[in-house]
């Protein structure tokens, strides 16, 4: 059973994406902290009245968020 949702945040054209690859769940964001309130938002409501076991998760999974951010090399 999966304690863990795995979320990526990296920067689009405009804003921050936000995406779960696990449960296909995207959302974005103008900043870092607005994208990641959007995504437990959309995570929330992805997984409303689902059977979590089923999904291979637990009861009260937790958000691991890794964030992409480019190196400027000089």
């Known amino acids: 059973m999966n304690k863990t949702i795995k979320a990526y945040i990296y920067r689009g054209e405009k804003y921050y994406i936000g995406e779960c690859v696990e449960i296909s769940v995207v959302t974005q964001g103008k900043t870092v902290d607005e994208t990641i309130s959007n995504l437990r938002e959309a995570i929330s409501l992805h997984l409303e009245g689902e059977n979590l076991e089923e999904l291979g998760l637990s ?16």
């Open 59 to 74: 009861p009260e999974p937790n958000l691991l968020i890794i964030m992409e951010e480019p190196i400027s090399v000089a």
